[in-house]
């Protein structure tokens, strides 16, 4: 991101009018699976989502069809319970507040109409049955309002049922595809009585790969910047990475190789013993990451994320029209900062103070993300003061924590983590070795856009009565990573507040042993 872009960016948030809270309006996603039923309920306040409460339980619909697409009355039945489960939270909620859609099973079961009559019966909102190619667009704009990415992004989701594949440009679908094979109905397929074998397993591989090779020639010719999955097989890939391999969870076909060696090595589900796997997930893990490896084949990923967003996301978000903004951090910043009652101008003093220093700033340890970190810089000094709503006193840790758990739609984890540790350390005294460790991110570089903070906050503590200086030239000594800030002539004689509060800025880094000095 250019800098002229954080510039933009942050005087459109600081210039946006503030007319109050507005009043809040609740609502509520359901996704029908053909493995697990999710809901989630929320409430649009202030132009932003905030998820009040998720509820999620293995109904496992598709284990339910038979040879003839016949849904039994047991899996009705378990449907039927979660749905009536689901109404009890649901008391109050008027129908258009509520969208509920079933995917794969029930769009391939016969009898689904004898479903939803047996669930009308407890559960009083309609139930829309969508189309492969919708479920699709559905789960890309679920991700597409939840992750980072800008750009053409391929997004994989790998449900019980069936498997969709999407291609897109920010938020708009190029390519969609839905191919009947899922975690559930390979379990039964392949793996119906839990036993693992290289032959089994390479079975459901080769099946997967015949259903989608015809699509290889044309995703490959659109292309892609990001590749993102999502969805329960891929979430559990993604822990089971975390716990076994590597920290920052990235799937890619190396670390699937070494996943499936490790699966091969037990003989039944019972006996798969991995970091991350949950005990519920093993029957669903085995033949989804068969899918997974199949995937990867086709499509020749290097690389893959896992989205915390999927189609339930994308139904909740489909209730609000108002949500279809080109940048979702700074939708997610506005209502924050409306949410918070943030001081504006404050925020873009400070704001335009780190603009001026990162401008300058080029010691990266890894400049690839140069651009992420400098806006990630940006958004730690739009929103450092969210924690004044809770007290003055330890305005850092409030704001941290505010911002380490409140939803983030637009930053992944990692991101999040380094947004709230950079205003945990933007005041007062620290210890180096307090910063967390991040999988993604050098230590050296976070340690640095901590120092761009503290002095962009230092430079404008004293709020209105500070004169801003509109020249401040940063020079770093590359060996010995030695600050020095040169102002205009007479502008620290003018500011005297300014130069206390860079001179205690200068004891506190001598603390960590980084020199800093001004003029």
Known sequence: MKNDTLRVKATALSRSSFHGISEAKEIAAIDLGSNSFHMIVARIVNGSIQVLSRLKRKVQL?????????????????????????????????????????????????????????????????????????EAEMIYAGVSHTQPEQGRKL??????????????????????????????????????????????????????????QDLAVEYKQHGWKHVLGSSGTIKTVHQVIMGNIDSDGIITAGRLDLLIERTLKSQHFNQLKLIGLNEERVDVFVPGLAILSAVFDTFDIEQMRYSDGALREGVMYSLESNFQVSNIR???????????????????????????????????????????LKE????????????????????????????????????DKEQQNLLATLVRYQINYFKLEEIGHFSRYHFQDIFNLIRLLRIAIALNKSRQATECAESITLTIEPHSNAWFLSFDENYLRDNPLVENDLAYERLQMKEQGAEFDFK
């Open 62 to 134: 598709a284990a339910g069809l038979d040879e003839n697409n016949l849904l039994d009355q047991a899996a009705i039945t378990r449907g039927v319970n979660c749905l009536s489960l689901f109404a009890e939270r649901l008391q109050g909620f008027s129908p258009e507040n509520v969208n509920v859609v079933g995917t794969y099973t029930l769009r391939s079961a016969v009898n689904n109409q004898e479903f939803l009559r047996q669930a009308q019966a407890v559960f009083p909102y309609p139930i829309r049955i969508i189309s492969g190619e919708t």
């Open 155 to 212: 997004v994989i989701d790998i449900g019980g049922g069936s498997t969709e594949m999407i291609i897109g440009d920010n938020f708009t679908p190029l390519l969609v595809n839905s191919r009947s094979m899922g975690c559930v109905s390979f379990a039964q397929q392949f793996f119906s009585h839990g036993e693992i074998s290289e032959e089994n397993f390479y079975q459901a591989r080769e099946t997967a790969l015949s259903r989608i």
């Open 330 to 372: 700074e939708r997610t910043a506005e209502g924050l900062a409306e949410q918070f009652d943030i001081d504006r101008e404050q925020a873009q003093r400070v704001t335009e103070s780190a603009i001026l220093l990162v401008k300058q700033f080029t010691n990266w340890q890894v400049p690839e993300q140069a651009e992420e």
């Open 376 to 411: 990630i810089l940006l958004w730690a000094a739009l929103l450092h003061e969210v924690g004044l709503v809770i007290n003055h006193k330890n305005l850092q840790r409030h704001s941290a924590y505010i911002l380490a758990n409140i939803e983030l739609p637009g930053f």
